[in-house]
């Protein structure tokens, strides 16, 4: 443990000075005034010493790594949230997972007490109440740090990706006050979290028809999940539905597609080739909504995923007045790695909505998050089984920011 003091006029220039020398993940364990003494202290300013503290292995893998850490939490400005979570952690729980850091500080107030003993007699009381205040400000601090420590590890244990939960923690690190308590840290993660995710935005019909196209690949459930939205627009809306797949590599999805399509007593067409589906357009030119169905295709197979492609912007370039739109269709339980794949495979579609299935099948939603920071598309629905037309609902970013946070919901 490496345990050195500076001295500076202000608090700030001292813990600059300490940052500046032992790095960013120094810890300040004291904080006091230094008053002059004798005849010139009248002329001349009080200073400030603090004691800061730093791992000697945090010291060395700083300068060999030069990595990003988390700062100590500076007191900038207050940040008020709207709505609190009811995740409430207890004294006891946070005790249990502090560090040595606690009993270290307490054995260094013993030794500053021993030290300050031979100060003047006179000054002993005011001695006493600086100390108490700069202990009760540093325990803040601490506290501060370690709940956001506590709040990364929920990030990552729920598989955000690391950089986007450091960026998290270090905006709210920023705008924390040293007396901020557990409530409100947890408050402000959260509403960060749900200004990330941004409003879903779902299919809504106007005056004109609309053409969706669902892509991505295989297995992911997008058939089904055409299905769902189907039923709710025909059976909820009383809107005019209609079915086109051209998904003819797989006879049972075009079954599938056929079967809902009896179900629900709407129309569908297969097609093959570009010609077919704009003739297949033209002949549902009177319905309202028309529910496109794109063959699976592996984002590695660059052939098959750019046919798909092209078979979306044919129809966009024959009739730009066509009010059309893509939603990628991505399973939330698919490795974080594949997905950066997929969705560079389909970065030359233009702008697409996201869509995640399979919510039932994990308990860990990190990849949304990861996915929308990644692409910056917008979020729509989730689907967490194959019940039709049950199991899908736009997506509710409150509920998944908690889930995201170790939240009951």
Do not use: W
Not at 67 to 72: E, F, N, Q, R, T
């Amino acid at each position: 443990m490496i345990v050195k003091k500076f001295e500076a006029q202000t608090e700030t220039e001292a813990v600059m000075k300490a940052k500046k020398e032992l790095g960013a993940q120094a810890v300040v364990l004291n904080v006091k005034t230094i008053k002059q003494r004798g005849i010139m202290k009248l002329f001349k300013k009080d200073k400030v010493e603090i004691t800061a503290a730093l791992e000697e292995k945090e010291f060395v893998q700083e300068i060999n790594e030069k990595k990003p850490v988390m700062d100590a939490v500076k007191p900038k400005i207050d940040l008020t949230a709207n709505e609190k979570i009811d995740v409430k952690p207890s004294s006891d729980e946070i005790e249990r997972k502090l560090d040595n850091l606690s009993e270290m500080l307490k054995n260094q107030m013993k030794e500053n007490a021993k030290e300050h003993k031979a100060e003047e007699a006179d000054k002993e009381d005011d001695r006493q109440f600086n100390d108490e205040a700069d202990d009760k400000r540093q325990a803040a601090m601490n506290t501060n740090i370690k709940t956001l420590r506590l709040i990364y590890n929920k990030l990552i244990d729920n598989e955000v990706d690391e950089k986007y939960a450091n960026a998290i923690v270090n905006e709210i690190e920023s705008s924390l006050k040293k007396e901020s308590n557990i409530d409100s840290i947890l408050a402000g993660v959260y509403q960060k979290i749900i200004l990330k995710l941004g409003e879903a935005d779902i299919i809504t019909l106007k005056d004109r028809q609309k053409v969706v196209f669902f892509v991505g690949p295989t297995g992911v459930g997008k058939t089904t999940t055409i299905a769902k939205i189907a039923s709710k627009f025909k059976l909820n809306e009383h809107k005019k539905v209609a079915f086109i797949t051209s998904d003819t590599y797989r006879i049972a999805a075009v079954e599938q597609l056929n079967t809902y399509a009896n179900i629900l007593d709407v129309p569908v067409r297969v097609v093959y080739t570009e010609e077919e589906i704009k003739n297949a357009l033209d002949e549902f030119k009177d319905y309202d909504l028309i529910l496109v169905d794109t063959a699976g295709r592996s984002h590695k197979n660059t052939e098959q995923k750019d046919a798909v492609i092209d078979l979306y912007k044919s129809i966009k370039k024959e009739d730009s007045h066509i009010d059309s739109e893509v939603y990628l269709v991505l399973s939330v339980t698919t490795k974080y790695r594949d997905l950066i794949s997929i969705t560079k495979a389909y970065e030359n579609l233009g702008t697409y909505k996201l869509l995640f299935t399979k919510l039932d099948e994990t308990c860990t939603l990190g990849n949304i998050l990861n996915i929308k920071l990644l692409t910056g598309a917008k979020l729509s629905y989730t689907t967490a089984g194959q019940n039709v037309p049950d199991d899908i609902e736009t997506i509710n970013v409150q509920k998944l920011a908690k889930q995201l946070l170790g939240g009951n919901v």
